[in-house]
């Protein structure tokens, strides 16, 4: 190429350029065109959801729109398949109906037994593996005072004590409940894929930050950035203290209420707190309607909760614009008679924490947004992983959600425990989530039926037990047990799950690796375990980065709570810790993806929605709630929840004090007398003595929390045991630790 054309090729490129430039503009007009046509068309379709006769179907042809699009811009519309009853009514049927299937290359034998008794793992494991136990690495440290060398735990040998009959618990008549099993045929190879187009994604762009304020509703303070400003609230509807809030800080558009609960506000009249919360976040108002958003952004309205409600509204005058919410302080951590002044500095300590292991980190909502948002900013962008998480397909995430249940939670009645007790002391683990986040299963799982894991060696299915697994199992309590039931059992009414515990006692249930391998391995003696059939994971990392820098901000925080100078400043850092907390455990819920809770209004007088529960009713609107299934969720991974919530179970029982790979201690319920432990609540346990648990201030360690000095009549109710759960939290920080 010459000087010349050189010169002509840069002019065409500059001609080319101008060219590209007004392209650039005309799409983006067009798009600004296409957004404002989208935002009508959800509109419209919004609309005739409210219709009684409206069909998903019909409307998507019309939209041309697909049917996940209308689902979800109308979740009233959701048809809500019931995969795992349908999978296995199919099932059924193919075994009624239908010749058994051709035998394929990686199908079990016909003949195969339909259980394997997993081996009793008695003898110590490989270190290796040991390495892969339920809690296994020790986590980043809080910066705590120096402790002695932690002394591993005596083991209590078992007292000998009679075979008694399980008390019946006096809150729920319970019976027995099926879960749902791994259907044979081509049913089941759904219960072995992902779903197609889903796949958890490294985001491209940065969340907006929103223009929040803090208000103390019963003192009628405000906290805009650094200033404080007295605000009329009126009869504190919502509309008066939009009115307020706006004009104190135009531009506002999330509002946390830190005290005086105004949701709360002439309960009595109202059989119900959920009735009193519906009818204030409808209170009528000329100038504030309920928001609903649109298109990709479209709103449920109003999330009626008894204590953590969201209300979301817009101006009458111009719906389509911008919303503004009305939340709860106590989403994020209980303001425990902070000010308002305190409240914003935690929020903003915690976005400072977050901000020194995201940079891009912003602080939305609710924990649980937040939470997965931060996740979502770790998925790796090198390796396996790199173009994300494949998402379950709908059959497993149902039956993963059917079958995993989450924190224990267990009052033991006499005669298992005594109706005197000398004590009630309480343990709770710090943090105690964040030490199970090392380890969570990623990919396809492969089956693995009773057939398949009779044919493997001790050390294959040592193995498969101690991976990220999903078991479907058939459990017996050997004779001669005196303690804590070790594994969960379906029952019906509002507990979900009990712990059996009597000797000879026979159920079969689903559980994660960790506690079939605490069952089978614990020191006091191994249950019989039969295999039905199960899930396999590959061990992956997915939650582990995501872990270790939540748990970095707690660490920072929790030190800033220690050793600020400033009062104050000490209390906002101590909740700002909690609001990290919050952020694991519900952006971890979050994963799970339970069915979506829809709720909404409708005008007196027209039909409702069909399925929906009504919430509450004034003269004008009737507000009611629905299940309304599965959504197309690029985040939804109710393995990691289940796994995760397994593991912390399984720590409530046997959780390893680890120096390095060593082993130097135990604490957890199996290493407290037979007949001590009196309640089980998600992270903590209450016993009649204290224990010799060490604390180091580390994530999943044992806190000592309560000291009740007995005698105390044994609660006989959830409700008893939360009243002396604070009177011995009282009498402990009034006396100390070495009472």
């Known amino acids: 190429m010459d000087r010349k054309t050189y010169t002509a090729e840069l002019a ?13 503009k005309a799409v983006a007009a067009a798009q600004k065109e296409l957004d404002k046509l989208t935002a009508q068309r959800s509109r419209r379709v919004a609309g005739l959801a409210g219709y009684e006769g409206a069909q998903a179907p019909a409307i998507a042809k019309a939209s041309g729109l697909t049917l996940a699009d209308v689902v979800r811009i109308a979740p009233l519309l959701d048809p809500t398949p019931a995969a795992v009853r349908a999978a296995k009514a199919d099932d059924q049927a193919a075994v009624t109906t239908a010749p058994a299937p051709a035998p394929v290359a990686e199908a079990e034998p016909v003949s195969g037994p339909v ?154 009249r109202y059989s119900t707190l959920k009735d009193a919360v519906a009818a204030w976040l409808n209170t009528p108002s000329e100038r504030w309607t309920t928001a ?99 998402v379950l397909s709908e059959e497993l995430r149902g039956l993963l959600h059917a079958t995993g249940g989450q924190g224990r939670t267990e009052l033991i009645l006499p005669p298992r425990v005594p109706e005197q007790l000398p004590a009630l002391v309480e343990y709770d683990r710090t943090f105690a989530y964040a030490k199970h986040l090392w380890k969570s299963p990623v990919g396809t799982p492969r089956r693995v039926t009773a057939a398949a894991f009779a044919t493997m060696t001790e050390a294959e299915q040592t193995k498969a037990l101690m991976s990220c697994s999903h078991w479907n199992i058939r459990v017996t309590v050997p004779a001669g047990w005196n303690h804590v039931g070790l594994l969960p059992a379906p029952v019906t009414g509002d507990r979900a799950w009990i712990y059996p515990s009597r000797p000879g006692e026979t159920f079969t249930t689903w559980a994660g690796g960790a506690e079939v391998h605490l069952a089978l391995a614990n020191h006091l003696g191994p249950w019989k375990v039969e295999i039905l059939g199960g899930l396999l994971f590959e061990d992956g990392k997915p939650l582990d980065e995501w872990g270790k820098r939540l748990k970095a901000a707690w660490a920072d925080l929790t030190n800033l709570s220690r050793i600020h100078g400033d009062e104050r400043q000490r209390t906002a850092a101590y909740l700002a810790s909690r609001a990290v907390r919050s952020v694991l455990l519900f952006g971890l819920g979050g994963f799970a993806q339970r069915p979506r809770l829809v709720s909404g209004t409708t005008p007196v007088g027209e039909a409702l929605p069909a399925g929906v529960e009504i919430l509450g009713q004034d003269s004008e609107v009737v507000t009611w709630q629905r299940q309304a299934g599965f959504s197309r969720d ?101 006396k100390g630790a070495d009472q």
């Open 292 to 390: 609903v958003g649109s298109g990709r952004d479209r709103l449920a309205g109003h999330f009626v909760h008894q204590r953590q409600p969201v209300g979301r509204y817009a101006p009458a005058a111009a719906p389509d614009s911008g919303s503004t919410e009305i939340r709860s302080m106590g989403e994020w951590f209980d303001p425990d008679g902070a000010d308002v002044v305190t409240c914003r500095d935690a929020f903003r300590l915690l976005w400072q924490a977050l901000r020194r292991h995201w940079d891009d980190a912003v602080l939305m909502g609710s924990p649980s947004q937040t939470g997965r948002d931060l996740w979502s900013r770790t998925i790796p962008t090198t390796g396996k992983w790199a173009g994300g998480y494949p």
């Open 115 to 268: 259980a394997a008794v997993a081996p009793a793992l008695t003898r110590p494991a490989p270190t290796a593996a040991e390495d892969q136990a339920v809690v296994e690495q020790p986590a980043p440290t809080a910066p705590t005072a120096p402790t002695a060398p932690v002394a591993a735990a005596p083991v209590v040998p078992p007292v000998p004590v009679a075979p008694v009959a399980a008390p019946v618990h006096p809150m729920v008549e319970a019976g027995p409940r099926e879960l749902p099993a791994l259907p044979e045929g081509p049913a089941g190879a759904r219960f072995e894929a992902v779903t197609t187009g889903l796949v958890s994604k490294r985001p491209n762009f940065v969340q907006q930050a929103r223009s929040t304020v803090f208000l103390d509703a019963a003192a009628g303070t405000l906290a805009v950035r650094d200033q404080i400003v007295r605000v009329d609230l009126g009869a504190r509807t919502p509309g008066e203290i939009l009115d307020a809030v706006l004009h104190a800080a135009p531009g506002t558009e999330r509002v946390y209420i830190t005290a005086g609960a105004p949701w709360h506000d002439g309960a009595e």
């Open 634 to 734: 690029p985040y939804a991974h109710p393995e990691w929840a289940a796994y995760v919530w397994s593991g912390a179970r399984a720590a409530l029982l046997d959780m390893k004090y680890r120096q390095g790979k060593e082993v130097i201690g135990y604490a957890g319920a199996l290493h407290a007398k037979p007949g001590t432990v009196v309640y089980f609540g998600t992270d903590g346990i209450a016993l009649t003595e204290r224990q010799p648990w060490p604390y180091r201030g580390e994530p999943g360690d044992y806190l000592l929390k309560g000291h009740l000095t007995g005698p105390v009549e044994h609660p006989t109710s959830q409700e008893e045991y939360l009243k002396l759960r604070g009177l011995g939290r009282t009498e402990l920080a009034e």
């Open 12 to 24: 065409g490129l500059r001609e080319l350029r101008t060219e590209i430039t007004a392209a650039e």
